[in-house]
């Protein structure tokens, strides 16, 4: 395990890029992390530029080397209460919001948080340790129901009527409260051939309702939404189809349930553009560079004028 690299960013320079960030400009990093996204804007920004970081774990804030930074302020706050804080700071608009989703390194390969299946330990999965339900208690007190819910929907696992039913049966024997207990009852119903795959889809699934991972982003969106200027820039990097369904639709129709309002010609009325028409993915060299990224889909939308929501 490497201590040193707490999380190394996915498409960096397409984001910053992307922002279009002024050196007077107002941005927020949603999902602070290791920190890399919010140096290369603070490197972009002015003497009289500001960036907001938004992070609910502790780790990060703690390891923020920003935050000694005048031009950076630390929220130690989940992302969904960003216009709460900018109305606390008194920051009536902003020129850019960025929100990486993508788990950081170190929360997967610390054994202590239970994010990943590779190390045994508690199966904790929450991003804020200071509230909330961990996955073990989740496990503990979810009903058949809504576990084979929360596996199919949020892990897309075919077996997951047959998991919740083993989890639920195996807790009647004991506490299923740690990475090596879950996997001891997962992998017998999961194909030999695709283990990890399915392992993997299995703790994103709890790791997700854990911390309302989608609720969250909702919020944000709209709240971001909210808080740009018109001609202010939306970055989101997503990691799941989830993730990225929502925030394709999003952009594309101004919603969260991607219903299309149009006007008397039959065109798109919409309060933001997407500024390409398919997701920014990292190329080779970085899927080399830093295998973690292969799945990071970059999409980006501008804040249109009201008077110009109409889209082609």
Known sequence: MNQEVYHIPALLPQTIGALDIRPDGIYVDATYGGG???AAILDALGPKGHLYGFD??????????????????????????LSNFMDYYGVPEVDGVLADLGVSF????????????????????????????????????????????LLRLYGELRQAPRLARAITEARARGAVDTVEALRAVAEPLLNPRQ???????????????????????????NQALQVLRPGGRLAIITYHS?????????????????????DFFGRTLAPMRLLNSKPIVPDEAEV????RSRSAKLRVAVKL????????
């Not at 399915?198 to 969106?221: K, P, S, T, W, Y």
């Not at 080399?288 to 295998?291: G, H, S, V």
């Open 56 to 81: 609910q774990d502790e780790d990060a804030v703690r390891r923020a080397p920003a935050k000694d930074d005048p031009r950076f302020t630390m929220v130690y706050s989940n992302f969904r209460y």
């Open 288 to 291: 080399e560079a830093n295998p």
């Open 36 to 38: 890399g996204h919010s």
């Open 242 to 262: 989830l993730e990225d369904r929502l925030v394709k639709n999003f952009m594309r129709t101004g919603n969260l349930d991607g219903t299309e309002n149009k």
């Open 106 to 149: 170190h929360h997967f390969d610390d054994p202590t948080r239970g994010f990943s299946f590779r190390w045994d330990g508690a199966l904790d999965m929450r991003m804020n340790r200071r509230g909330g339900r961990s996955a073990a208690e989740l496990l503990a007190t979810a009903s058949p129901e809504e576990l084979t819910r």
């Open 195 to 221: 283990q990890k795959k399915e392992m993997a889809q299995l703790f994103q699934a709890l790791r997700i309702e854990v911390n309302d991972e989608l609720g969250a982003l909702r919020a944000l969106l």
């Open 305 to 312: 004028e009201p008077q110009n929501t109409q889209q082609p």
